[in-house]
Structures are given as structure tokens and as C-alpha cells.
């Protein structure tokens, strides 16, 4: 029953994770739509007053908008370069300093998921530690707690394969 599988857990592999973990978690998605549609759609309105109070001869009116239209502007490209050192440094703090490789093999069987990082980290999971999974096409996250996952890349997998491996995973951690 123990089912082998091993990737790169590129930096591209951690944003298609981070993405997905997006859609599973409120806080996640309120910060996403936030940053991405409504302050810049802030921005774009105070600026649309900004342009209609000087065209009706309001100098203070146009320059308080399109103050606050900018203070919008700044304020998503401070919170966007904020979460790009972050998820940086957190894809980066993944590895040990010493490491070359990304090199990630899981191993799935009826206890657990036992996990090992670059060759020199090794964990280890019980199903039961196993708060939720969160599934995409090509990737199955595991979570043992909010904000740590465990990616599980499908691949690398012929479909029988994935298939089973997606099977083991609903099959252990039961929706909660």
C-alpha cells in the first residue's frame, strides 16, 4: 500500500500551492481581493472625481482625490511587495541553508505521510494530525494545521496512479 513520490518543490510549484491554498481559506481570499480588485478600483474612482472636480473648476476637491486616489495605489503596491518578501522568504526558509536541492519525497501508507526535505529533513504525519486536504488538478495539498501544507504533486504519476494516491489521501483524512 505505500505509495512513493518524488519532485522539485520549485518556486513555481509554491505559488500554484499558495494559489490554491487561496481558495480554501476566507482570510486568504479577503487579503487576495483586497489587494487585486478593490483598492485599485478605489483608485480608479477617486481618480474619475479627481478628473470631474477639475473639470468643474474645484482645485482642492481634485487634488483631495487624486491624493487619495494614490494613497490607494500605494497602499495595494506596499501590501503586494509585502506578500512577495514574505512568500519569498518563507518559500526560501523551507530548505535548510546548506542545501542544494529542492528534492522532495513523500511517502503515503497507512499511517501517515513521512516526508523528506532536500534529503536532510525528514517528518512524519499521521493521518489523524491531518486537519484538511484541499485538491486541485494536478496538486492535493494536506494541512496539518492552517498555515503549514503539504504538497503532493500528481504529475510525476501515470493517472492510475494519481488516482490511487488521491484514494488513500480521501480515504485517510476523513472531511472534518
Known amino acids: 500500500m505505500p505509495v512513493d513520490i518524488s519532485f522539485d518543490f520549485s518556486r ?14 476566507l482570510g486568504v481570499r479577503v487579503i487576495y481581493l ?4 478593490l483598492f485599485p478600483m478605489f483608485a480608479v474612482l477617486f481618480l474619475i472625481f479627481a478628473v ?7 482645485e482642492d476637491g481634485a487634488f483631495s482625490f487624486s491624493t487619495i486616489a494614490v494613497t490607494f495605489l500605494i497602499g495595494s ?7 512577495w518578501v514574505k512568500t519569498k522568504r518563507v518559500y526560501e526558509s523551507t530548505f535548510p541553508e546548506n542545501s ?4 522532495v519525497e513523500l511517502t ?7 516526508a523528506i526535505v532536500s534529503g536532510l529533513i525528514s517528518t512524519h504525519y499521521e493521518w489523524q494530525s491531518i486537519a484538511r486536504m484541499v485538491e486541485g488538478d494536478n496538486l492535493i495539498l494536506l494541512f496539518p494545521n492552517k498555515k503549514r501544507f503539504i504538497p503532493i504533486l500528481l ?9 490511487e494516491v488521491r484514494q488513500v489521501v480521501r480515504d485517510n483524512v476523513k472531511a472534518r
Open 100 to 103: 542544494t536541492s529542492r528534492e
Open 155 to 163: 504529475t510525476k504519476l501515470n493517472p492510475n496512479e494519481a488516482e
Open 52 to 58: 470631474l472636480a477639475k473639470q468643474h473648476g474645484d
Open 108 to 114: 503515503l501508507d497507512d499511517t501517515g505521510v513521512n
Open 34 to 37: 483586497l489587494n487585486n480588485f
Open 77 to 83: 503596491a506596499v501590501i503586494w511587495l509585502v506578500l
Open 12 to 25: 513555481e510549484l509554491y505559488q500554484k500551492s499558495l494559489q490554491l491554498r487561496r481558495r480554501s481559506f
